[in-house]
């Protein structure tokens, strides 16, 4: 073995967002995670992401490393603070704070969203240079930060600092592809290279800053293989499975994994009655304290079916709607924490208002709130229409609730349907887009539930099942190798 390609990597990984700063959905996880296991395996990672403006520098004590970075934009120039934090043991979190870009209520869906964050990945690539660090791997993740691998082919080509550096991109939802005007390639400096894509008529005029990262880094990943197998299909690939597939022998899928130390029922906080796999009979204090916090009548026996997710079309809440007076039918308790789009909303809480005894909404964002539903439900729906790994369901059996989820990407992954003849089997699931395919698959459950043997058994293998990062990490090490390796051979 190669004594060089063993050494410990300087990994840099960028993401528009990390847990415990900023989350919108599963990226922020997988981002405050990984690194931990990477550290654990001896690597030298740091992170970078926006300071965005509720981002508090007090509680997350951070400090200022860098007080005036100038950023080269294409036609301006741009002066930028840099502060850090850390997660850990101690892995630095370096934020690039430019109020006029990030401190603003929201952290996506503004017309400027392209200029922002093209600047935050200038602004990250030049501190690395203030800071000396050059990385072996440049992580990118999402839209977000998919023109860095295009830079390294065009502004940092000749760049000795960044010369050995290689790029993985990972693809959390190709759903978000960041898609924007001509202009935005005179703003990241890269408009002479063109459109880059007349043959995909969709891509013809537009510029897809997904699909940059895409076609420009040295190696690509998504987060689980089915997922990878799921995007080089049309179904799936969100227009750029022809991309995809032309560069299939760069594309690796890897499972998230969840935090185990933060996802803990045997020692969270947040949920009233701490329980293990061995003690499975606490798990009723925390049905109590949920249905008492949902304002519904606190019963053992009734069955608790809950959701936690952004409030979005890709999560089948229309499934959902179309069974929702046969589901209630069967007297079961629905529990739902999600935000999101507002028709979902309305539906939510006119389901709640007519079927005040059996559902309960939180249309909020809440994390501690989230906890005390995965250890208090019973059920965990996820009937996506797509899921590229799906966290919700890991966390659900972690915390002893059973998930019953369509049969797609990470979903397919991680959940077994369970068969009564053999006994094998970790939840339920359906493989049709189908409110009845849906429904159906509650109905097993339901049945199931009523044999409290089995559903123990069902409970315990999903909360003894390894789905930490450390498995995963190993895998995302290959894969760095591997991209250094194609960076090397320059094709
Ligand atoms: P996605 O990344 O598509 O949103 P995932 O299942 O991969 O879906 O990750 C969602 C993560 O966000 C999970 O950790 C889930 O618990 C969390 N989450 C989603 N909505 C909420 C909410 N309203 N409040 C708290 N946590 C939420």
Redesign the pocket.
Known sequence: MDIELERPLRILIMAAEIVPFA?V???A?VVGALPKALQDLGHDVRLVMPRYGQVSPERFQLTSVLDAVTVKMSQYQEQVRIMQGSIGNDIPVYMVDAPRYFDRENIYGYIDDGERFILFCRAALETMRLLDWSPDIIHCNDWQTGIVPNWMHTVYHEDPFFSDAATVYTI??LAYQGIFGYRILEVAGVASGGFLYPQIVELANVVDIMARGIHFSDAITTVSERYAQEILTPTFGEKLDPLLRSRRERLFGILNGIDYLEMNPATDHYIRSQFNSASLEKRAGNKQALQERAHLPVRSDVPLLAM???LAD?KGFDLISQISQPLLAQGVQLVV???GDQHYHEMFQNLAVRYPQQVAIFL????E??QSIYAGSDMFLMPSRFEP????QL?AMRYGSVPIVRKVGGLADTVQEYDPRSGLGNGFTFDNYDPWDLFAAIVRALELFRFKDVWRTLQQRGMEADHSWHASAMRYVDVYRDAIAFHKSGK
């Open positions: 989350k959905g599963g990226l996880d959390h939802n936690i997710s952004r890709q924490l999600g935000i909020t964002f809440n994390s709130l989230a790994c799906g966290l919700g966390i």
